[in-house]
């Protein structure tokens, strides 16, 4: 009988001795409540990467992650419920297996950023594509307000 251990986000070992860290999309680095949101959509700045608007703000956060990140499909672009949470699950992993980067980059500076993903298309993108734009998206929003 094996017992699997479920702990925090650690750095698992490899045989070449550096330390690779999970990508995982934990609660606390999810965006919630409607005055935080609201905020970063009235006063956060806005880079768009088409299909996707990112909106970011750079605030404290009530949390030790260095960002948390919000996103959202309007239902007047994709009517299908099937459809919107294909796509923000699609969203979700995009920026899970990308998101290290931008963490390192944003704990370097010593910073936390509040992030809100706004899908802009009317059709489903593949997972390549998502990732591709999420990616650009973050660097260039980085690049230019972070």
Request: glycine share 4%; charged share 25%.
């Amino acid at each position: 009988m094996s017992t699997a251990h479920h702990g925090p986000n650690l750095p698992t070992s490899q045989a070449d001795g550096q330390a690779k860290v999970r990508a995982t999309f934990r609660k606390h680095e999810r965006l919630c409540g409607r005055l935080r949101i609201e905020e970063v959509v009235k006063t956060g700045r806005t880079v768009h990467v088409p299909p996707f608007k990112l909106v970011g703000k750079v605030m404290e956060l009530p949390t030790t992650a260095a960002a948390q990140v919000a996103f959202a499909i309007p239902k007047r672009n994709l009517r299908n419920a099937v459809d919107r949470n294909r796509m923000r699950r699609l969203m979700r992993e995009a920026y899970r297996m990308n998101k290290h980067t931008y963490h390192e980059h944003l704990q370097a500076k010593g910073k936390q950023c509040a992030w809100l993903f706004v899908y802009q298309a009317r059709t489903v993108i593949d997972l390549a594509m998502t990732q591709d734009k999420i990616t650009r998206a973050l660097h260039r929003w980085l690049k230019e307000h972070g």
